[in-house]
């Protein structure tokens, strides 16, 4: 290395493609009696270096000067998704309320990823990377056609691109609470009953109030109403809204498009729930916005499962699409759920609920014989075991009122009927007894096949008229919640009415009702226990015994 006095100089300059600042070292021997601007390096090294520092001061003198020029962002709501606080779909509502005092109350954490992304000319920005808010619901039915809701979301955290010196916006707060949102669910059409197609009028309103830089609120008063449907077909459950979002429209002078304009929409969505205590669900969700002329939409999908009263446990998860601020690339939700409902009312006392001892026939009114004279000797009584002017149609020794097959030969061991099998149903004078369940698999609502006692019962209907009418009754065991097994056992009793009809039985005598789990046949602490409470049970209403009666012949198999 070459020995004496060497000067160095080092010239900066901002390079706008690398995004930096480039950095130059020139080193220049000192000698005595030199001229150092006429050195052939010195001349361009201090024009360098004069550049350099000229541009490096600007550049310190700007930066401050934009960061303090940043626009801050318009006050506006970002969140397009409204968890349902009530019964159906958890991103929408399918028409169904709850109960006059029933309570569900959830509680959801969400993530959403690049739901806010602001374009300048060929550059992307994601100004919003990263959102995760929580929301708590509450939703209370207080009339058969009404009912009320209430939610608090929040911005746990968000981060996001740093734009303030690019495009002179301020990055949106990390955290903040969410306009609170109050809203009332009228019912147009329906009934209590989870089979019945529900109707409904859904009409809230987010007040101003909360976190103005966390993108959580708007402006002024939120307005939206939703016309939302349903109908469940034993384990599938369709429903549909269609609605229109009213709020304030807000622009910022940034000259970023997908700022410029914020405002009305409208929006639409198709939902699709399969299962009971564990159901699968689906959804599609669409907006308008008319006056910016930009759609968007989501389609999500996940799991809902309710394995005792009144637990719920959910998970969602689906992709945006659009350029519509909120509208993000991916969002995953999870939470739960807590329902408390009212059990039915109970049945009338005088009503026996057993299925092996069906209600007892009216007895005939006894005949009052007028006291013999002296000189007449009473007439001997007849036997109890001779039936006293009634027929027996198949000759087989047993009388039909008390012949469980009038038109096929049995014995009396088999309450009339032939001794291929065991007899089902057994008729006596005082009552008509059935021997016998019919039970369904974990979460079924159709029958395993053909029924014996299905078909012996359709048989006995149909040959005994003073049968005036049936109650069929679906229970369920206790997994699931209340609201679940009710649906479910409704479903079972209408599968075995549809059996019986069927087989002939004619359909304004037979009556379908759900109990759930209210009236357990055995434990539920047990496999066993639970596969006897999954069962249907029939209650017979009996009129007057006719004694001259025309039997029908039973229809073919």
């Not at 606080?85 to 169904?96: K, N, Q």
């Not at 939610?151 to 968000?158: A, D």
Request: net charge neutral; glycine share 12%; hydrophobic share 40%.
């Amino acid at each position: 290395m070459n020995s004496g006095i060497w000067l160095y100089l080092q010239t900066s300059r901002w390079m706008p493609q690398q995004s930096g600042v480039q950095t130059c070292l020139t080193a220049i021997p000192l000698q005595p009696g030199r001229d150092l601007t006429d050195d052939a390096r010195m001349g361009p090294a201090l024009h360098r270096c004069a550049v350099g520092g000229a541009a490096l001061g600007l550049l310190l003198l700007a930066t401050p000067a934009r960061a303090q020029d940043a626009t801050p962002l318009p006050t506006f709501s970002l969140e397009r998704l409204d968890p349902n606080p009530g019964l159906g779909p958890l991103t929408m509502g399918s028409g169904e309320l709850l109960a006059p005092g029933a309570l569900r109350i959830s509680l959801l954490a969400h993530y959403q990823r690049r739901s806010l992304t602001v374009r300048n000319g060929p550059d992307e920005y994601p100004l919003v990377l990263s959102r995760s808010t929580g929301v708590v619901s509450l939703a209370v039915g207080v009339l058969p056609w009404l009912e009320l809701q209430a939610q608090l979301p929040g911005v746990i955290h968000q981060s996001g691109a740093d734009v303030s010196t690019v495009l002179s916006i301020s990055p949106p707060s990390r955290s903040g609470l969410g306009a609170p949102r109050l809203a009332a669910r009228l019912g147009l059409l329906g009934t209590s009953a989870p089979e019945a197609f529900h109707l409904a009028l859904d009409l809230d309103v987010r007040l101003p109030v909360g976190g103005s830089g966390a993108l959580a609120r708007d402006q002024g008063v939120r307005g939206q109403g939703r016309l939302m449907m349903g109908k469940r077909w034993g384990p599938v459950a369709p429903a549909l809204e269609v609605g229109v979002l009213l709020r304030r429209a807000v622009s910022t002078d940034s000259g970023v498009d997908s700022l410029n304009g914020v405002g009305n929409e409208l929006r639409a969505g198709v939902g699709l729930t399969v299962g009971y205590a564990l159901r699968a669900e689906v959804s599609a969700l669409g907006a308008y916005s008319w006056r910016q002329q930009r759609t968007s939409g989501e389609l999500l999908g996940g799991l809902r499962y309710a394995p005792a009263r009144p637990w719920e446990f959910f998970a969602l998860g689906g992709a945006g699409l659009g350029a519509e601020p909120g509208a993000p690339r991916y969002r995953v939700l999870a939470g739960f759920a807590l329902l408390f409902d009212k059990p039915p009312p109970p049945p009338p006392e005088d009503i026996v609920y057993e299925l092996v001892q069906g209600l007892p026939r009216a007895p005939a009114e006894p005949q009052l014989e007028p006291e013999p004279t002296p000189s007449e000797p009473p007439p001997p009584e007849p036997a109890k075991d001779e039936p006293v002017s009634e027929t027996d149609s198949d000759g087989d020794g047993v009388v039909d009122v008390l012949d469980a097959c009038i038109h096929e030969r049995g014995t009396r061991e088999h309450g009339g009927c032939p001794e291929t099998g065991d007899s089902l149903v057994t008729l006596t004078r005082e009552r008509l007894v059935l021997h016998g369940q019919v039970f369904f698999e974990v979460g079924a609502t159709t029958l395993p096949g053909r029924s014996r006692v299905l078909d012996q019962v359709a048989r006995v209907l149909l040959e005994h008229p003073e049968v005036e009418r049936v109650v069929i009754e679906g229970h369920t065991d206790a997994e699931g919640s209340s609201a679940s097994n009710q649906r479910l056992s409704l479903a079972r009793a209408e599968a075995v009415r549809e059996y019986l009809v069927r087989k002939g039985v004619p359909a304004h005598r037979l009556e379908a009702r759900g109990l759930g789990a209210r009236r357990p046949a055995g434990s539920n602490g047990t496999p066993a226990g639970r596969g006897e409470n999954r069962r249907a049970e029939l209650l017979l209403i009996l009129g007057e015994p006719t004694s001259a009666r025309t039997v029908p012949a039973p229809p073919p198999p």
